[in-house]
């Protein structure tokens, strides 16, 4: 089946640091999206990406769905430490019956020290 | 206020029990997925339903059951078949549409076998 490929797998960073992580797929993705996930929660949805070279702004946030469509970058500019968690990339699975079902990378876990 | 609900948020069971978990959602969303989630892990899907009275296993369905009666609420059933059962189990919800494949998650319920 399909699979996700996230880097890095975690990240200790400074306060004020942007930060960057990828996601790679050996297949094409119509679809990539980015969630967060705080620890103890469930994950919340940060940014979609529907087109082949969007470039997509949350905030802090920036998102690239690739020109490829086998990968997509998540960068976040000037971290604080309230963005401590786990970050998901995502992307739907192949289509007839997995139709609506997601495959998720591995996630990132960012720490932040203040 | 929409949204996904799970209860309970914290659950402890003693080896050879069942257990159920609740998931509802408001948002009127097609399908529902259940996923697990271990230490450090992503999410692995466990089962998920299209549409009401039916449903479908994924990647780790052993030890698990569910049901979809209604289309707002998809229980999952935690059986003393299940070997490992400790873990964080996720609800999410999804409106199946044309291109867009977001899933929207509830907060989770952590469940420790004693």
């Known amino acids: 089946g399909q699979q996700l490929n996230q880097s890095p797998q975690s990240m200790f960073i400074q306060e004020g640091e942007d930060v960057s992580m990828n996601c790679t797929s050996s297949s094409i993705f119509n679809t990539w999206l980015w969630y967060k996930q705080d620890p103890g929660e469930g994950p919340v949805l940060l940014i979609a990406l529907y087109k082949a070279g969007e470039l997509t702004s949350n905030g802090r946030l920036t998102a690239q769905f690739g020109i490829t469509r086998k990968d997509s970058f998540l960068n976040i500019s000037a971290s604080i430490p309230s963005d401590v968690g786990i970050y998901f990339c995502a992307g739907p699975s192949a289509g007839g019956t997995s139709y609506g079902k997601l495959t998720f990378g591995q996630g990132t876990i960012l720490t932040v020290h203040p | 206020d929409g949204g996904i609900t799970q209860s309970p948020k914290y659950l402890f069971r003693k080896e050879g029990q069942n257990v159920t978990l609740s998931c509802e959602q408001n948002l009127n969303h097609d399908a529902m997925y259940w996923y697990r989630q271990d230490p450090g892990q992503g999410l692995r899907l466990i089962y998920y339903?299209?549409?009401?009275?039916?449903?479908q296993k994924g990647d780790i369905a052993e030890g698990y059951s569910v049901s979809r009666e209604k289309k707002e609420s998809f229980p999952l059933t935690v059986t003393s078949a299940q070997k490992n059962p400790t873990a964080f189990y996720l609800c999410?919800?999804?409106?199946?549409?044309?291109?867009?494949?977001?899933?929207?998650f509830g907060p989770g319920t952590r469940l420790t076998v004693l």
């Open positions: 999410a919800s999804q409106k199946l549409a044309g291109l867009y494949n977001e899933q929207f």
């Open positions: 339903s299209q549409i009401v009275n039916d449903f």
